[in-house]
């Protein structure tokens, strides 16, 4: 697996912008905590998949600092990551002046399918954290499973997923994956990691519903 990325320096502290390579695949990779932001990501995203409105899979994935004190709680959400097709934002929730409702409004609509490996703890501590429901949300795991007939799935994690399904070998860091997820400025590796969980796991559902 080649991954690379290209930041496009954008002299704005509202959002950055990036192109995520995997292999040959390039995925627009938006950062940002600003509202207006989301609500332009989103616009986009409906207006490019209109003939896939009702049938929509969005790739969702969540980031959180690890807390390394012994007895602590966990702390709150601070990355909310969506992809679509070649698109992806990550939306850094914790530095968010406040949750937009056409986010909700998304993230609510039962026409859309939410995918991701362990997707109901994820929407679970959104909703704790953030008051954020997600109304349809899908396991790749259980999907997987029913698609491939093949109970041993339901113990995967998305590497072996994206491996037996997408045939791809992906690497995770546990630098990255334990890294500080509430800095305000994430950094190159962290985006590559944020990006790629989400677009992978977008990518893992639409072959899955290809197969039906």
Known sequence: MSVRIKDYQLPYNSHKLYDVFLNETEIETLV???PAMICSWIDT???SNQSRLHRLIVGIDIEWRPNFNPG?????????????GKSCLIYQIIHAPNIPWKLRNFLNNNDYRFVGVGVENDVKKLLNDWGIGVSNTVDLREWAMEELENDNLRSYGLKGLVKEILGIEIYKPKSVTMSDWDDRWLSIDQVCYACLDAYLSFEVGRILSSWY
Request: with cysteine.
């Open 32 to 34: 940002t905590r600003d």
């Open 45 to 47: 995203t409906e207006s």
């Open 72 to 84: 602590a709680g966990q702390n709150p959400v601070a990355t909310l990551q969506l992809c679509v």
